[in-house]
């Protein structure tokens, strides 16, 4: 399972995509060269530095995670409950639910 982190602006010499903005990671991966490492039958979910999901989809290149991180967790029911309403963060390694008293 990826958990790539920390994605900030940057011009790349060459430009991976001619024209187009681009993210890189704390660990120097492109943004869009890293997107094919994502498995297709995961749930993506991006995290702010709080652990608090922003984002969730299957689909990862509907992200644009500039001061974020990305990471894919397995595609189960109970992590297909969480939603972007500020009460579902990321641990680093789960789903998890803020709102609970744990």
Same mark, same amino acid.
């Given at each position: 399972m990826q958990d790539i982190k920390?994605?900030? =602006?940057y011009?790349?010499? =060459?430009p991976v995509i001619p024209g187009a903005s681009h993210l890189k990671s704390e660990d120097?991966? #492109?943004w869009y060269s890293c997107q094919k490492q994502f498995s297709p039958d995961t749930i993506k979910v991006e995290y702010d530095n709080n652990g608090v999901i922003t984002c969730i989809s299957r689909d990862?290149?509907?992200f644009w995670p500039v001061g974020k991180s990305v990471a894919e967790v397995p595609d189960t029911k109970e992590n &297909? &409950?969480?939603d972007i309403s500020g009460r579902w963060g990321f641990d680093g390694k789960n789903?998890? #639910?803020l709102m609970t008293l744990e």
């Open positions: 920390n994605f900030t =602006p011009k790349p010499e =060459p120097d991966q #492109d990862v290149s509907g &297909r &409950r969480a789903i998890i #639910d």
